[in-house]
């Protein structure tokens, strides 16, 4: 004899499949403390946490601009300091970008972008270190990257393709961005062991060229390269990064090139950016805010305006990483900054 099923009401399978979800994606409820439908500190009181990135094993690591890389077990809750960087901290300069090496596992390997002084001047460089305890054995893979107080850039992402790609700033030379024999003012790609990719436009560790100090690197679904760039006071810009394109600085505005998003109504100096599915999220410092950007329908909207300068923006695990930067002399900082903030996919999907 069959079985009549009774059909559930709409929203109660909604809720179930919003469960469901969940559950998946954050695992066993009683297990996962960070299960909430708002955004959460995961780590406070900080200095100016820069770039983060993880590690198997439930580990976050990331660095501090004056100089700190440091873990943070989600299993135990527990802060590490693993290394620090002898950086040339000034204004936007010092300990920056931070990438674990896709093959972490067998390679050990994590990667730092800093900026660093000399006799001759300031500039940045990107390093390689092994982590067992602690960092150790550095090993420069790109130096004499231009650098100075502000405009440094300072990203480093793995895409796809396994390859590091890293933002540079003008280091306050605007006519730097479009010179193809500058390292300024550009997207640089390079292998893990620092050669140069044979399929890099120019024949050295150039991509792209033509920026001011882009802070942002994210790649969509089907491979695409966006960036972050900030404009001179307002024309910020999210771009779409095509191999060996000058997208125009000093002399033409993102106004005047393709953007997918030029800001002229506002500053937002956006810095990390993620995206999630057809969202592009980029963390803005200036403009205080969380600014969302679906990629297909062009709506575009502010969210975290309560958290003050935000400086980074990651995916993991179900979840958008976020780092305040209130405290690196241009923000107020509130009681706890600055902090790593977790905000769920289930909750920016619900502000959709």
């Known amino acids: 004899m069959g079985v009549k099923m009774r059909k559930l009401p709409q929203k109660t399978v909604l809720a179930v499949s919003a469960?469901?979800?969940?559950?998946?994606?954050?695992?066993?409820?009683?297990k996962n403390m960070y299960m909430t439908d708002r955004p959460t500190d995961v780590v406070t009181g900080l200095s100016v946490p820069w770039s983060l990135d993880f590690l198997?094993?439930?580990?976050?690591?990331f660095t501090e601009r004056q100089g700190n890389i440091r873990t943070f077990s989600f299993k135990e809750k527990h802060l590490t300091d693993i290394g620090f960087i002898q950086a040339a901290n000034d204004q936007e300069a010092g300990l920056l970008g931070i990438a674990a090496d896709p093959d972490f596992i067998s390679t050990k390997y994590i990667y730092l972008y800093y900026t660093y002084s000399t006799d001759g001047?300031?500039?940045?460089?990107?390093?390689?270190f092994t982590f067992f305890n602690t960092l150790e054995n550095e090993a420069v893979l790109l130096d004499s990257i231009p650098a100075s107080p502000l405009h440094n850039g300072g990203r480093l992402k793995f895409g796809p393709d396994g390859t590091l790609y890293i933002t540079t700033g003008d280091a306050q030379n605007p006519q730097n961005s479009s010179d193809k024999k500058s390292l300024a003012g550009k997207i640089l790609r390079i292998n893990r062991d620092g050669t140069i990719p044979q399929d890099n436009p120019?024949?050295?560790?150039?991509?792209?060229?033509?920026?001011?100090?882009?802070q942002g690197l994210a790649w969509d679904k089907n491979g695409t390269l966006y960036a972050s760039d900030h404009g001179p006071e307002m024309y910020d810009?999210?771009?779409?990064i095509e191999r060996g394109q000058n997208y125009g600085w000093p002399s033409r505005k993102c106004d005047e090139t393709p953007a997918v998003r030029c800001y002229t109504d506002l500053t937002?100096?956006?810095?990390?950016?993620?995206i999630i599915g057809d969202t592009l999220y980029a963390a803005g410092l200036k403009g205080k805010q969380l600014r969302r950007i679906n990629l297909t329908t062009n709506k575009d909207n502010a969210l975290l305006t309560e958290y003050g300068r935000l400086r980074d923006a990651v995916v993991h695990e179900g979840a958008l990483y976020i780092t305040t930067s209130n405290r690196d002399g241009r923000g107020t900082p509130q009681g706890g900054d600055d902090r790593i903030i977790r905000y769920p996919f289930m909750a920016l999907s619900i502000l959709e």
């Open 19 to 30: 469960f469901i979800l969940l559950f998946t994606v954050c695992g066993s409820p009683q």
């Open 56 to 61: 198997p094993g439930g580990i976050m690591i």
């Open 121 to 128: 001047g300031m500039f940045n460089r990107v390093t390689r």
């Open 202 to 214: 120019f024949g050295n560790a150039v991509w792209a060229l033509g920026l001011r100090n882009p």
């Open 237 to 240: 810009a999210i771009r779409k």
């Open 268 to 274: 937002l100096a956006p810095s990390g950016i993620a």
